[in-house]
């Protein structure tokens, strides 16, 4: 059996996009809401065709997640899949509306057939397998920029009917921030830390390392010590990182929520009953200000 | 004309029970504000104030009525129905269903977070049942008296935007910063109806996913320990152990 499956993109990070959806029998076809550019890019992917939505000039694109899905909607999709980006979140939410199916959030993996999606739930204490027709998946990790095939499919363009509800007043640029949900590995750092200006300790970790800096949300919200964009956790981002080294942070769920899908997780705390240390792969019980100095020397020494 | 604030209001996922063979018992946890509803509820506080309209608040659940009267809900329509465990469809349909109960509620605000399922997908699909623009991750929310402005930071701006017309606008835990009630408020509170509605009287039929095979994960971390008394040895044998797991 064959499926009619649709890929939903936002931007070009649909690479684990595409992959799951080539598990799944039959063609695969991507809509795009976004410029041109963003159309021609995905139009050199291994898909069917491109059904290209552009918004009009210097409009916002959370307008058109309606019409988006109903176009989508009317070529009666088996599976679709998208991944967490506020955009794309609000038209698989009126995917959902549409179609009249169940909303599957936090998929890890597609299986065919027939379309069955692997999940994790409970702040990922628990994996499931479920199925629904049609099959409405948000995957977690879209992937990065997909690899671009030597010829162009078909891009067909429908045109927008300008939105009335919202309308841009400001757009002003600020430095890209950190992108913590692509980072291979990451230190995050939370109220264990006596100082704002004890953050230069966490800086040269995640430089042996070649790590991102992140924090607890406490860190951010209560003190200020980090922008906001690097909380880790429930309120904050759910990221995937190979390596995730967290100093100084107690494990408390919301923030635990947020590295469930982390391949190894370190931690460093003074306090052996600190409940990360149920929740880690590595852990070194210790002052995190003579641990953090200490493990950046031991990373810059050789290989035995 | 009203502003609305949704509460998601969910079971902490510390207390679900996972059985060995992955089935979820909800029986005995307690659900709580979910840790933007109350900054949802500012946000609607001070909006509906400075638009001199109501603030409305819709919960599932009775209890937490009483808690979004304290913060500043000019009055709650609760459903009478425990919904921990539920889908984030039902959750949505529910206060979808709530929401067209309240006359002219054009702006309806909710908290951003991700609850129990960890995918922060209710105010997308409670804007989609609503049939109108979602705005996710909102870092600030204003009026002039009679427009909302509501300020996103993207990946690389700031993005504010005005809001004409019907909305659901989902804020982040930094859009406002949430009022702790003093006994005064909480007084007061108790003075401001609470409206209690039935689950059958909402007529919601949210689709569900058909469930097909669940298991534990959480049993897969096995920490090793080093003793950071010797923090240069912890160190080196951390280091070890991520080489030869190739961590590092």
Redesign the interface.
């Known amino acids: 059996m064959t499926f009619n499956t649709w890929i939903i993109a936002v931007d070009n990070r649909i690479a684990d996009l595409l992959a799951a959806a080539a598990t799944v029998p039959g063609e695969v076809h991507v809509a795009v809401l976004g410029d041109r550019d963003l159309a021609e890019e995905l139009a050199r992917t291994d898909v069917a065709d491109v059904l290209w939505f552009e918004p009009p000039a210097g409009s ?1 694109v ?2 058109y ?2 019409q988006v ?1 109903e176009a989508v909607a009317a070529r009666k999709p088996d599976v679709v899949l998208t991944g ?1 980006q ?1 955009a794309a ?2 038209i ?6 549409q179609l ?7 998929v890890q993996s597609i299986e065919a057939d027939p379309p ?2 692997t999940r ?13 027709s049609p099959l409405l998946a ?1 995957l977690d990790s879209p992937g990065g920029a997909p690899e671009a095939t030597d010829a162009a499919v078909t891009i067909d363009q429908i045109v927008l009917a300008p ?12 430095a ?2 950190a ?1 913590l949900s692509t980072a291979d ?1 990451v230190v995050a750092v939370g109220r264990g830390l006596a100082a704002k200006t004890d953050l230069g300790l966490v800086r040269d970790l995640a430089t042996a ?1 070649g790590a991102q800096v992140a924090g607890s ?1 406490p860190l ?2 209560d003190l200020g010590w980090l922008d ?2 690097l ?1 880790v956790g ?3 981002k ?1 990221i995937s990182p ?2 995730y080294l967290a100093v100084g942070i107690s494990g408390q ?2 923030h635990m ?1 947020g590295v ?1 899908r982390a ?6 705390n ?1 306090d052996p009953e600190a409940l990360i ?11 995190l200000y ?2 953090v ?3 950046v ?3 810059g ?1 050789p ?2 | 004309m009203a502003v609305v604030v949704a509460f998601k209001w969910a079971p902490d996922p510390q207390d679900g029970r996972v059985a060995d063979d992955g089935a979820i018992d909800w029986s005995g946890a307690a659900t709580s504000a979910v840790g933007d509803d109350a900054v949802a509820v500012e946000v609607a506080r001070q909006t509906a104030e400075s638009l001199g309209q109501e603030a409305v608040g819709i919960t599932l659940g009775r209890k937490n009525a009483d808690w979004a009267l304290a913060r500043g809900a000019d009055r709650v329509i609760a459903v009478d129905a425990d919904l921990a465990g539920a889908s984030d469809d039902l959750r949505a349909a529910v206060l979808a269903a709530l929401a067209r109960r309240v006359d002219g509620a054009d702006t309806v605000i909710i908290g951003d977070s991700a609850v129990d399922s960890g995918a922060a997908v209710v105010p997308s699909l409670l804007a989609a049942t609503l049939g109108r623009p979602g705005l996710l991750g909102a870092t600030g929310v204003a009026t002039d008296g009679t427009a909302i402005t509501v300020e996103r930071r993207t990946r690389d701006a700031v993005v504010t935007v005005k809001v004409d017309g019907p909305a659901v606008i989902a804020v982040a835990a930094d859009a406002a910063t949430p009022r702790v009630p003093g006994m005064r408020d909480v007084l007061m509170a108790r003075k401001r109806p609470i409206e209690t509605v039935e689950l059958a009287e909402l007529g919601v039929d949210a689709p569900g996913a058909e469930l097909l095979t669940s298991r534990r994960t959480d049993s897969g971390r096995q920490a090793q320990l080093f003793d950071g008394a010797d923090p240069q040895q912890a160190a080196r044998q951390l280091v070890a152990a991520l080489r030869s797991a190739e961590a590092v």
């Open positions: 916002v959370e307008e997640a309606g899905a967490p506020d979140r609000l698989a939410g009126r995917l959902a509306a009249r199916t169940p909303l599957i959030t936090s069955v999606a994790l739930t409970v702040s990922g204490s628990v994996e499931q397998t479920v199925s629904a948000v939105g009335t509800t919202i309308s841009m007043v400001s757009a002003v640029p600020r890209a921030g992108d590995r390392l949300l951010a919200e906001k964009d909380c429930i309120s904050g759910q190979a390596l769920m919301q929520a469930t391949q190894k997780v370190v931690a460093i003074n240390f149920g929740k880690c792969d590595y852990g070194i019980v210790g002052d003579a641990v100095p200490a493990l020397s031991a990373l020494e290989r035995a």
